[in-house]
T-cell receptor, first 116, second 110 residues
Framework: ETGVTQSPTHLIKTRGQQVTLRCSSQSGHNTVSWYQQALGQGPQFIFQYYREEENGRGNFPPRFSGLQFPNYSSELNVNALELDDSALYLC???????????????FGPGTRLTVT | KNEVEQSPQNLTAQEGEFITINCSYS?????LHWLQQHPGGGIVSLFMLSSGKKKHGRLIATINIQEKHSSLHITASHPRDSAVYICAVPTQGGSEKLVFGKGTKLTVNP
């Protein structure tokens, strides 16, 4: 158990719809990262939030957006869903002490999104 | 941008065998992560290491910073070790936004 939870576990949406995925981080973790994992591939970095501000973004279009809340929860929103958005979406929380040292990321179980 | 190569892509072993999975990356890093992913998706962090060697039970991870190479070893492998093993490194030196290898699918047969 990593202490990181995600909801829902599975989700089916239709092309063009919007979706919100949720992540509850470990208590005290000020950083959350979101990843997309297509079938048979390694995860791809979407973006990271640090203290409720976006702190870096991968190669994903603006229809992928996020929020981080003071209670250590966060959201990933995807607008105008496309078939290629079908994937496992993972969040990972960590405690960034801003000291430049590497820190361990704790992954949630993921949300499997299917777009039809 | 850091690039990560893992080998082999697929690995089948008999119970009890010694397993080695390799990971190479292109840009100097602060630390490397080894992760385990079981069917169904959940990812578990096995190791984060920045130098030398770490051991946890039957798992051993080593890293050679100069050669930009890391290995994950499993001693006395067991069918429950069957999973995808992924190494991940920061996208650029000092950053903790990770880039992942494609993973090594390990199957351990009884």
């Amino acid at each position: 158990e990593t202490g990181v939870t995600q909801s829902p576990t599975h989700l089916i949406k239709t092309r063009g719809q919007q979706v919100t995925l949720r992540c509850s981080s470990q208590s005290g973790h000020n950083t959350v990262s979101w990843y997309q994992q297509a079938l048979g591939q390694g995860p791809q970095f979407i973006f990271q939030y640090y203290r409720e501000e976006e702190n870096g973004r991968g190669n994903f279009p603006p229809r992928f957006s996020g929020l981080q809340f003071p209670n250590y929860s966060s959201e990933l929103n995807v607008n105008a869903l496309e078939l290629d958005d079908s994937a496992l979406y993972l969040c990972a929380s960590s405690l960034d002490l801003a000291g430049g040292a590497a820190y361990e990321q704790y992954f949630g179980p993921g949300t499997r999104l299917t777009v039809t | 941008k850091n690039e990560v190569e893992q080998s082999p892509q697929n690995l089948t072993a008999q119970e009890g065998e010694f397993i080695t999975i390799n990971c190479s990356y292109s840009v100097g890093i602060s630390a490397l992560h080894w992760l385990q992913q079981h069917p169904g998706g959940g990812i578990v962090s096995l190791f984060m290491l920045s130098s030398g060697k770490k051991k946890h039970g039957r798992l051993i991870a080593t890293i050679n910073i100069q050669e930009k190479h890391s290995s994950l070893h499993i001693t006395a492998s067991h069918p429950r070790d069957s999973a995808v093993y992924i190494c991940a490194v920061p996208t650029q030196g000092g950053s903790e936004k990770l880039v992942f290898g494609k993973g090594t699918k390990l199957t351990v047969n009884p």
